[in-house]
């Protein structure tokens, strides 16, 4: 299985450029221009692509108000009833084609997550060129295997999953024909904190599959994706908001354009500094290397007279003998007088101890 996927025609993988959504979810507060506004927003940001949702509240889930389909505490969306609070948030299923033919014309890439077999189908007729499972739905075999048999790239998102149920769905998903895959590191908590990351499953789960490993972030700041790249990060997926003081379902947990381009900077910066594994003098560390110590003369000495430490020693610049041979100049004879601030040579000492 490749550790590559390749997304409308972009390489996605370690030691490649970091692969950059911004996640527009119901930031658009149901208004197209504003859809339109945010898609503009995330290419001036930086993004490499945007991601939409595509689903009804009928297609999640259905209206009733038994006290099961409540939203418990402990969330930005408690008390609300599952049915209300998709039909304020989800993307409007006629709007999708303006918004990718809207995205292409930006040359950026567009896709969706899928939370039924019909929205899939829906995609698919817009020729999307990835699939995405949330991470409520990493448990949804059937979706896998539908998203899987298009023969598309697949992302799925890891929250909340075992590392049993993770490889039972990335086993469903080749099974079912994807040769593609990638997995996103998640923290289901709207907003994650810091502490919840653990951003150390990264290279173990990019280990354990043979595929690229990104983040799906909810945390409130850019410093945790930065982190992540660092980590091995191939795939940063980031909500983004126009305001967050336009009030939605998602605007608490998004970054706004700034923010955004301020993290697709930091990012870009911090996979530069990756590199590869290098020791020794770089291109620009060589003119540095003469302020290195090295042996000197540090008090005139006559012909003849003994070199000790008073007279020598490990100084900077980096002109004389390496301070490794300060032992094997110590006790010796000077061949001629020599001035202090004279770097320390070879032929500087005398015949008779050579």
């Not at 003994?306 to 020693?313: A, G, P, Q, S």
Request: glycine letters at 8%; charged letters at 25%.
């Amino acid at each position: 299985m490749s550790g590559l996927i390749e997304i409308d025609g972009t390489q996605i993988g370690p030691g490649l450029p970091v692969y950059i959504i911004a996640e527009i979810s119901a930031n658009h507060n149901q208004s197209y221009d504003e859809a339109v506004k945010l898609i503009h927003a995330a290419k001036n940001a930086g993004a490499d692509a945007v991601k939409l949702q595509t689903y009804t509240p009928d297609t999640i889930t259905i209206d009733c108000k038994s006290e099961i389909f409540r939203i418990g505490t402990g969330t930005l969306w408690e008390g609300r009833f599952l049915y209300d609070l998709y039909g304020e948030a989800y993307t409007p299923w006629e709007w999708h084609a303006g918004l990718f033919e809207e995205a292409r014309s930006l040359e950026m890439d567009i896709f969706s997550t899928a939370f039924d077999p019909s929205a899939v189908d829906f995609l698919e007729e817009l020729s999307v060129p990835v699939h995405k499972i949330a991470s409520f739905e990493i448990v949804d075999i059937p979706l896998i295997e539908k998203m899987a048999a298009t023969g598309k790239p697949l992302i799925i998102s890891t929250g909340m999953a075992t590392l049993g149920e993770i490889e039972e769905a990335v086993q469903a998903a080749r099974g079912a024909g994807a040769k593609q895959i990638a997995l996103l590191k998640c923290t289901s908590a709207y907003p994650a904190t810091a502490e919840e990351m653990n951003l150390c499953t990264i290279p173990h789960l990019a280990e354990a599959f043979g595929v690229p490993v990104g983040l799906s972030d909810h945390t409130l700041g850019i410093e945790v994706p930065v982190a992540a790249v660092c980590m091995g990060a191939c795939i940063i997926e980031k909500h983004f908001t126009l305001s967050r003081s336009k009030s939605g379902p998602d605007s608490a947990f998004s970054l706004e354009p700034h923010e955004f381009k301020s993290m697709v900077k930091a990012i870009r910066i911090a996979e530069k500094s990756l590199g590869k594994v290098h020791y020794g003098v770089s291109a620009e560390e060589a003119k540095s290397k003469v302020f290195r110590k090295s042996l000197f003369i540090v008090k005139d000495v006559k012909e003849g007279e003994i070199l000790t430490h008073e007279n020598v020693r490990s100084i900077r610049p980096g002109y004389g003998l390496h301070p490794r041979h300060l032992k094997d100049v110590l006790g010796r004879h000077v061949a001629y007088d020599l001035r202090k601030g004279t770097p320390l040579t070879f032929d500087m000492i005398s015949r008779r101890d050579t």
